[in-house]
């Protein structure tokens, strides 16, 4: 009976751009991909097929499409393709992001309960100290890369909450190979990625920092083990993290979550902090707005933890800015079976899309989309958001664990800085999003700082 409805469905193959030979849309899509996403939905609507080098991509542009894949038919997907090539693989192992299935259940058990809400409230503190280490280098009038100090920020956050102490003395070594790392996905195109086997000097360095990172890491988790220490960071919970039969993770496992929670947790974080400050430089009217509930919240003090219920103004900004610009602008998924969605044959191992990019900006659920207005997100203004229309964090059970994490960060660094300081973004340059694994400011965002 299934195979005979998917028989049936199967000639409904959804438009899409007519591709070239033995390419397909490749060049097109690698050229300029928000773009090409933005037309392909534009003028094929909310299925769109095209195809890369053989591989067949189904972009999906609904909220209720996203959700079907995303939660009700989960399990009939896997991560897309593009997460098991060589670099990726090198680097995140088999950790949260990348590994599947049971193995990939148990670790999200382990892992879980060090991002409980009231487990990350003790990492507010180091949040907001080290924001304040960062703008005590920040000369009045001076012209600075915010990106890159907002890189080096959340870097050196994740190092402390996940190593604490332990990472006093390689502090420095993490961040600088974990910097060649991320400038290494950065500066490629994902197409270009599968080709790290060769020994190109960008290669040959990021072969290097993942070497220094691997020994540091495993040194750092033997230690631990030998002395027996039980501390407030997250390496310490996962440490002793055991499963109902009581199983812990082994040394490689660690290893393989660590490094991601490193990656997968300071340059998005660092993005929605980029773009805010790009964005409230061409907003006056929100920056006064934020700097009035500033005030009354804490009146010069450094904002804690227990603030955060009384700066919701600042929360509004940090959404509105991840809403233009996603930090994860795409997410893909890999079809296990043939199956339906939409009404759509989607066949065994095609690709499926799902663009913030696209859905974040759709006049159908934003009003004025391109315009920021932290303000949309006023509770009784998104009542009617379906839920899949924002989905900056993804969703389903792959839903990204640190999203409290991420939040509390971004809110708490941008009210430890926007009240000390007025970012003015320089005017005349280019700030280009540039879509790699996340979306970056393809040149950084250089601002004058100045002390309020
Ligand atoms: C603004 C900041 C962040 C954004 C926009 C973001 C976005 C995402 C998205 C979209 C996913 C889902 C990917 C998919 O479904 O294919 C994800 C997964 C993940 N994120 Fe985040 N993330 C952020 C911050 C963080 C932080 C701070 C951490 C950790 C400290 C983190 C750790 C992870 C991990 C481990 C996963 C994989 C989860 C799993 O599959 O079980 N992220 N993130």
Request: proline share 6%.
């Amino acid at each position: 009976m299934a195979q005979r409805k998917l028989a049936m469905t199967a000639a409904l193959k959804p438009a899409g751009p007519k591709g070239r030979f033995l390419v397909g849309n490749l060049l097109e899509f690698d050229r300029d991909p928000l773009n090409f996403l933005l037309r392909c939905a534009r003028e094929y609507g909310d299925v769109v097929y095209f195809s890369a080098l053989g591989v067949q991509i189904y972009l999906l542009n609904h909220p209720d499409l996203i959700e079907s894949v995303l939660v009700t038919n989960n399990r009939n997907f896997i991560k897309d393709k593009g997460l098991r090539i060589r670099p990726i693989r090198q680097i995140f192992g088999n950790g949260l992001l990348t590994s599947e299935g049971d193995f990939w259940i148990r670790q999200r058990r382990l892992a879980q309960p060090a991002f409980h809400r009231e487990r990350i409230a003790v990492y507010g503190q180091v949040m907001v100290d080290c924001a304040e280490q960062v703008i005590k280098n920040w000369r009045p009038g001076e012209t600075r890369d915010v990106h890159q100090d907002m890189m080096h920020l959340t870097l050196e956050i994740v190092v402390k909450t996940l190593f604490g102490a332990d990472t006093a003395t390689e502090a420095q070594d993490v961040v600088e190979a974990i910097e060649v790392i991320a400038n290494q996905f950065a500066s490629q195109s994902i197409y270009i990625l599968p080709l790290s086997f060769l020994p190109t000097p960008g290669q040959i360095r990021f072969d290097r920092a993942v070497k220094k990172l691997n020994k540091i890491i495993h040194q750092i988790i033997r230690m631990r083990r030998d002395r027996r220490q039980d501390r407030d960071d997250l390496l310490s919970l996962l440490l002793q993290s055991q499963d109902e039969d009581g199983s812990q993770m082994t040394d490689q496992q660690l290893r393989d979550e660590v490094m991601t929670l490193f990656l997968a947790g300071h340059e998005t974080t660092a993005l929605a902090l980029s773009w805010t400050w790009y964005l409230l430089a061409q907003h006056p009217e929100v920056e006064s707005k934020l700097i009035s509930e500033l005030r009354e919240a804490l009146n010069g003090r450094p904002p804690m933890v227990s603030d955060l219920r009384q700066l919701s103004y600042c929360e509004m900004i940090v959404k509105e800015s991840m809403r233009l610009y996603s930090p994860a602008w795409v997410i893909g998924r890999e079809a296990l079976q043939d199956l339906e969605i939409g009404g759509h044959f989607i066949p065994k191992g095609a690709q499926v899309m799902m663009s913030q990019w696209l859905m974040h900006r759709d006049p159908r659920y934003f009003d004025r989309p391109e315009e920021f207005r932290p303000e949309r997100w006023a509770e009784e203004q998104i009542k009617s958001l379906p839920k899949y229309a924002y989905f900056p964090f993804g969703g389903g059970p792959r839903l990204c664990i640190g999203n409290s994490f991420a939040m509390m960060e971004a809110t708490l660094i941008l009210a430890t800085i926007a009240q000390r300081f007025h970012v003015a973004v320089v005017p005349d340059q280019t700030v280009t999003p540039l879509p790699s694994i996340t979306l970056r400011p393809k040149y950084g965002v250089k601002a004058i700082v100045t002390p309020r």
